[in-house]
């Protein structure tokens, strides 16, 4: 990718951050509810109205809306995203705090989903509208049609009360306590890539290059490996670039059935506490990631695909 084209993505990044921040900031803003009275009802404690005026005051919640934004988005800047309401502690801190956690979780689903669909999809493929492709339809058909809550108390239920292999939440503990969220994330993912995995597959097998192939004599074992798996690649890398983006960004549902310390049940305890700085620290996060993710997969295109390449020269 040329320097121009590099910063000019750049900039698009800032510009839809900023967008991302000033639309945030005013949903919260707008959004009912007292930030003031929830962080002390959590506290167990009703002070009277002077005091909650008074924090009010000392929050600067009661400035006029655009003053608060600018404030607000000059410590962004400096990288200040505000104290959280319910906590007390630096948002920049807490969100880092997330972060390993969530990386973990998303590696090791990604890892699972890879393992599964990769092969599973390339032998439907191989196998077109004979028994195995007709099987591995019918499993990725059910389990695109299973959500992710319904699959995570089937895995409690199974794993945890029927076998006690595993603990019911993910609160305490080592690395078992990845599993079943892993689990969870990756079954409906195994089942869409397999399908993805099956139709590139292919469609480079029609390709003129394999038939060439053939005819020159080389083996299938040589043309699956060394030209039709890496070509069939090539369109899942903007796949997995968002799931690994939507995975990084937390998984909410998936997180709070296993009480998983991650990004997404930080942010939905964030927006049950009314805790704005802390909501949106985590979504300025996330379109953040989304954006970081999709500029490096533009990125590793133009080195996995010789074509791509040729335009630039």
Avoid at 94 to 107: D, E, I, Q, S, V
């Amino acid at each position: 990718m040329k320097l121009q084209a590099l910063g000019r993505r750049f900039l698009q990044i800032i510009i839809v951050l900023f967008g991302v921040s000033f639309l945030t900031f005013s949903l919260t803003y707008l959004a009912p509810g007292d930030p003031v009275r929830t962080m002390y009802a959590a506290s167990g404690v009703m002070p009277s109205e002077e005091v909650l005026e008074a924090m009010r005051e000392q929050l600067g919640l009661n400035r006029p809306f655009l003053v608060q934004y600018g404030s607000w988005l000059l410590n962004c800047l400096q990288g200040d995203f505000g104290t959280s309401f319910a906590t007390g502690r630096p948002v920049a801190a807490t969100l880092l705090a997330r972060l390993w956690p969530t990386l973990k979780l998303a590696l090791l689903s990604l890892l699972l989903m890879l393992v599964v669909s990769l092969p599973a999809g390339m032998l439907a493929a191989l196998k077109q509208n004979r028994w195995p492709d007709y099987l591995v339809r019918a499993c990725t058909f059910f389990g695109v049609s299973m959500p992710n809550f319904w699959v995570g108390l089937l895995l409690i239920y199974l794993l945890a009360l029927k076998l006690n292999w595993l603990p019911v939440t993910s609160i305490n503990g080592g690395f078992e306590r990845l599993i079943m969220p892993a689990l969870t994330l990756a079954f409906a993912m195994s089942a869409k890539y397999t399908r993805q995995v099956r139709a590139a597959v292919l469609e480079e097998l029609r390709q003129d290059y394999v038939i060439g192939a053939r005819c020159r004599g080389l083996k299938e074992s040589t043309i699956l490996w060394r030209h039709v798996f890496p070509n069939a690649l090539l369109p899942l890398i903007t796949l997995l670039g968002l799931s690994l983006g939507s995975l990084l960004g937390g998984t909410a549902v998936v997180e709070t059935i296993f009480s998983y310390p991650g990004l997404g049940s930080l942010a939905v305890s964030a927006i049950t506490a009314h805790d704005y700085y802390l909501i949106q620290g985590v979504v300025l996060w996330i379109a953040l990631i989304y954006m970081l993710i999709n500029l490096l997969v533009d990125i590793s295109y133009n080195y996995l695909d010789p074509r791509l390449r040729e335009k630039r020269c």
